[in-house]
């Protein structure tokens, strides 16, 4: 665009930018503008946009530790077999294991 363009201008244009798909360098070079004052405008009309989710809300939260029995047994699925070990068993063994189930 070789003339001024206002406000009211630019903010159109970051709007058609945003609803083109287009990457900000492929929209720059269609419509002969410069980059650099696309993000600006792209960027302020980002910001000035309402939110258009519901706000965040936080709830609050209590950690409780498992019971240690239930932490004491893993399981893998592989090839319609289940197999269950001991939390501790060394993973080149379970790896190894679940190969040999996979053949």
Known sequence: MSKQVE???????AE????????????ALARGVRLSTLQSWVYRHRRSAPSRGEPVRLLP?????TPAEAASEL??????????FAV?????????LVAALGR
Not at 16 to 27: H, I, L, M, P
Not at 61 to 65: E, G, L, Y
Not at 88 to 96: I, K, L, P
């Open 7 to 13: 406000k009211p201008e630019w903010a159109r244009i």
């Open 61 to 65: 939260v209590q950690v409780a530790t």
């Open 75 to 84: 399981e893998v699925a592989a090839s319609g077999a289940r197999v269950r």
């Open 88 to 96: 501790g068993t060394d993973v080149a063994y379970v790896a190894r």
């Open 16 to 27: 058609a930018f945003e609803a083109s798909g287009q990457t900000q360098r492929e929209f």
